[in-house]
Nanobody, 128 residues
């Protein structure tokens, strides 16, 4: 059974840090581009960061550049997102996904969410 599962979310204060983890099973990790996405209440899902399986390039949304760092451990079939200097506007449900290609790190078209393998999400709440 193919599964993607996120963990590490929580309630933090502005300026704090969090590290999200994503574990996968039932898929060949190296075959996928792995990414983090988020969706705030009343807003569309957007790209946060992604590692391309083709080039190894790391993509970041402009809003998180310099604050968030994506990494992976292929031996553990896991993906991580280190989030520093968190802001209230980072509050959202964060999703991990295994995709064939990294999408643009902007609002995701609905078609992208119908492809690949998505986790159930982990909530990140940043208080003022």
């Amino acid at each position: 059974q193919v599964q993607v599962a996120e963990s590490g979310g929580g309630l933090v204060q502005a300026g704090d840090s969090l590290r999200l983890s994503c574990t996968t099973s039932g898929l060949t990790f190296d075959d996928y581009s792995m990414g983090w996405f988020r969706q705030a209440p009343g807003k569309e899902r957007e790209g946060v960061s992604c590692i391309s399986r083709h080039t190894g390039y790391l993509y970041y949304a402009d809003s998180v550049k310099g604050r968030f760092t994506i990494s992976s451990d292929n031996a553990k079939n896991s993906l991580y997102l280190e989030m520093n200097s968190l802001k209230p506007e980072d509050t959202a449900m964060y999703y991990c996904a295994a995709l064939r290609v990294c999408p643009r790190m902007t609002t995701l078209p609905p078609a992208t969410m119908r492809t690949g393998v998505w986790g159930q999400g982990t909530q990140v709440t940043v208080a003022v």
